[in-house]
């Protein structure tokens, strides 16, 4: 329903495009979880009021937010996909990319965790014990950057079938709601999971490994591919949530509700 509501507001934004032309509005294309952290509940509102911007804001997948900076259907985006970013930019479709911020995934599960995974060292063989176990994963299967993640922490050659291994086509919200009604185990970027954590009975069951580093980056959609691309307001997002006041922001965001950050700073 989320993603369903995201695309009607961009439907209907493109839509009156021309009566806005005239206004400060851009189109932030990001991934779910700077959405459903609340991170961007705090961000937009300060951008707007320095700015005079009006944003409109959706949240899909890394994957599908790219996508639309490749259509030129997002004026910046807001993403946590390295590789798939990487592309982006070398394809010419996205110019300045720029370090914002990282936090981590966690592998989550039951807590009476049927496949053992708890006292294994490293997300891979908690995969592996996972895989050769058959017990429910619940996987995003849309092509986000936590979706990508996700694959590249199977251990070579496991075959993920579908008798347990479901993939929601949701947001990491949603996939942790699938997940803890089925009593399954799932991947999850850590802000969303601590948002949703008095919500869904999962419990993290293997974290701290290098492999789940999660870096988030700000890039403007190329105005030279796509001449309606507003160039100007993209630029000025850029450098707000990369500027010293906003990293600080980012950095207090989520001490006074969950006792700790849910994401640092990465800007220089």
């Known amino acids: 329903m989320k993603r369903f509501l995201a695309w009607l507001l961009l439907v209907l934004f493109l839509f009156s495009a021309p009566l806005l032309a005239a206004s400060k509005s851009i189109i932030l294309a990001t991934t779910t979880s700077t959405v459903?952290?609340?991170?961007?509940d705090v961000l937009i509102p300060i951008f707007e009021k320095q700015t005079g911007y009006k944003v409109l804001t959706i949240g899909v997948g890394s994957g599908m937010a790219m996508a639309m900076g490749k259509r030129g259907e997002a004026d910046v985006l807001l993403v946590h996909s390295p590789k798939a970013e990487e592309a982006l930019v070398a394809g010419g479709f996205g110019i300045n990319r720029r370090a914002v911020?990282?936090?981590?995934?966690?592998?989550?599960?039951?807590?009476?965790?049927?496949?053992?995974v708890k006292s294994l060292n490293g997300a891979k063989a908690a995969f592996g014990k996972i895989a050769s176990g058959g017990v429910f994963f619940i996987s995003r299967g849309d092509k986000s950057g936590t979706h990508a993640k996700e694959l590249s922490v199977w251990p070579a050659k496991t075959v993920l079938s579908n008798l347990w291994y479901l993939e929601?086509?949701?947001?990491?919200?949603?996939?942790l709601m699938i997940a803890s009604q089925?009593?399954?185990?799932?991947?999850s970027d850590r802000a969303t999971y601590l948002s949703f954590k008095d919500k869904v009975k999962l419990v993290i069951l293997s974290e701290g490994?290098?492999?789940?580093?999660?870096p988030y980056h700000v890039i403007e959609v190329n105005p030279a591919k796509f001449t309606k691309v507003n160039a100007e307001g993209?630029?000025?997002?850029?450098?707000?949530?990369?500027?010293?006041?906003?990293?600080?922001v980012i950095a207090e965001f989520g001490k006074e509700q969950f006792g700790g950050s849910l994401f640092f700073p990465d800007a220089k």
């Open 182 to 187: 089925k009593k399954a185990y799932t991947l």
């Open 36 to 40: 459903d952290s609340g991170l961007l």
């Open 168 to 175: 929601s086509g949701q947001g990491m919200g949603a996939t």
């Open 209 to 214: 490994d290098t492999a789940l580093l999660n």
């Open 101 to 116: 911020m990282h936090n981590d995934f966690v592998l989550l599960g039951p807590l009476d965790d049927p496949a053992g």
């Open 234 to 248: 993209a630029r000025a997002f850029s450098d707000f949530i990369v500027s010293p006041a906003i990293q600080k």
